[in-house]
């Protein structure tokens, strides 16, 4: 019998998620199927009771649920309740269980790339629901500071109170002394998606060090990421990060390793048939 996972969220007709999914179950030769569940928020709740049907391992949860659907499952991973956030639902005999892989998913690139993480100076931009999961990250590995900016200084603030860690500050020039000694800029607002916006102006990259890490969560090509490399810094995107965290909800759903560089390939393609080559 065929197998069924999916993605719940609203609107997911953009998701690169099946694409890198799927190519994972099929190398595997596992009988499942990954498909999109589009969600409004008034149906959340009956979304999630037909995860209790026969044949589904489970799901992944996005924009606008990962909050809410804390509310629906039955059991909480500690890094879930700690996020306050789900992206990642296991189907088990227990229940239906909510994971927060974004955590892991955040870290996985810099660690593959040898970074420090204990050693970072890190700039933070944006404190939404993807920047609390990259505080959650450094809260449990500790860098060596932390700023947290943010155009609602109120909740850039709530979250240094919350978690103890960092300072807060709006985005403004008061961010141009931390930029000058930060190792890792991180954009995890959802400004730059349209491939002309940007959180902060572009010529504040002028100030970083020049090992700095530009990296953007955003998974396609901002102006941002390509100002960065044109000053010659080092770049990341938030396609390793995207991958990475389907890649541990893939190990959470089939308690199996995944297969990391095929999902990579897979996701790399999709994109580039969305978006053009280089995202
Ligand atoms: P949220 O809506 O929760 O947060 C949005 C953030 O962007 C807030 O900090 C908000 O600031 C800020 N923002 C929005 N508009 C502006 C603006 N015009 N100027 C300055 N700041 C602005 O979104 P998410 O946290 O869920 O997602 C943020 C980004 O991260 C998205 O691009 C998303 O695709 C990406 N992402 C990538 C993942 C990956 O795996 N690669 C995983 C999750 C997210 P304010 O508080 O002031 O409104």
Redesign the pocket.
């Known amino acids: 019998m065929m197998k069924r996972l999916g993605l719940i969220g609203y609107p997911v007709e953009h998701s690169l998620s099946p694409a890198f999914q799927q190519a994972a179950l099929d190398a595997l030769g596992i009988p499942a199927h990954y498909e999109l569940w589009p969600t409004p928020p008034a149906e959340l709740s009956t979304r999630i009771a037909t995860l209790r049907e026969p044949n589904v391992v489970g799901a992944n949860v996005?924009?606008p649920h990962?909050e809410a659907v804390t509310r629906f499952v039955d059991s909480l991973a500690p890094r879930a309740l700690r996020a306050g956030a789900v992206?990642t639902i296991v189907v088990r005999s227990t229940g239906l269980h909510g994971d927060n892989t974004?955590i892991p998913?955040?870290l996985f690139p810099l660690t593959r790339r040898g970074f420090p993480i204990g050693d970072l100076r890190v700039v933070l931009?944006?404190?939404?629901?993807?920047?609390?999961?990259v505080v959650v990250a450094f809260a449990d590995h500790r860098c060596r500071s932390l700023v947290i900016a943010?155009?609602?200084l109120a909740?850039a603030q709530a979250l240094v109170a919350e978690f103890g860690l960092g300072r807060a500050l709006p985005?403004g020039t008061e961010l141009l002394p931390e930029l000058a000694t930060a190792d890792l800029l991180v954009?995890?607002?959802?400004?730059?998606?349209d491939g002309h916006?940007s959180?902060i102006p572009l010529e504040w990259l002028d100030v970083l060090p020049s090992h700095a890490l530009v990296y953007d969560?955003?998974?396609r090509q901002t102006p941002l990421l390509a100002a960065a490399h044109a000053r010659g810094l080092a770049t990341l995107?938030?396609?390793e990060?995207?991958v990475?965290?389907g890649a541990e909800s893939f190990r959470l759903w089939f308690q199996m390793d995944p297969p990391y560089e095929l999902m990579l390939r897979a996701a790399t393609d999709a994109r580039a048939r969305r978006f053009g080559t280089n995202g």
């Open positions: 996005t924009v990962k992206n974004d998913g955040f931009l944006g404190a939404g629901g993807a920047a609390r999961a943010n155009r609602s909740r985005l954009n995890a607002t959802s400004v730059g998606w916006s959180p969560l955003t998974y995107d938030g396609l990060m995207l990475a965290q």
